[in-house]
């Protein structure tokens, strides 16, 4: 009889801990779900976030090539403004020197025209005299 009692409150232990088994397991369960669920939110999340960042690196590299595309433009009209630039002053010397030599011509004349009338004053005064 007592070996029946021992091995009925073995069997009783059993149950206890087949039961907790058996709850540990439900609740281990739950959590392994819950965990896929939160596992394909993240895998979710990690797409969207790959997808983002791939056209965030496309919309730079795009940007790029603008602004290098905007930095050779910027350049030429550089090039273009000073060789204007250059072409003007050149124009402007050669304005110049053709001022000069103008200047100089009727500085010249107007030496000659002085002489003259040097020459007229004196003519002028030996006639009145």
């Known amino acids: 009889m007592f070996q029946c009692l021992k091995v009925l409150a073995r069997l009783s232990r059993e149950d206890n801990i087949i039961e907790k088994m058996e709850t540990r397991y439900a609740q281990l369960a739950d959590q392994l779900q819950e965990t896929e669920t939160k ?3 993240v895998k ?3 797409r969207t ?3 983002m960042a791939s056209g965030l690196r496309d919309k730079i590299s ?3 090539a603008s602004l ?3 930095e050779s433009q910027m350049e ?3 090039k273009q403004i000073q060789e204007k630039f250059l072409e003007i002053k050149a124009s ?3 304005y110049l020197d053709e ?6 011509s009727y500085d010249s004349n107007i030496s000659a025209v002085e002489k003259s009338l040097k020459d007229l004053r004196e003519a002028v005064a030996e006639f009145q005299r």
């Open 92 to 94: 402007a010397d050669k």
């Open 39 to 41: 596992l394909k939110e």
């Open 76 to 78: 030429n009209c550089g």
């Open 49 to 51: 976030l790959e997808e």
């Open 99 to 104: 001022m000069n030599a103008k200047v100089q």
């Open 62 to 64: 795009e940007d790029k």
């Open 44 to 46: 979710e999340l990690n």
């Open 68 to 70: 290098e595309k905007l």
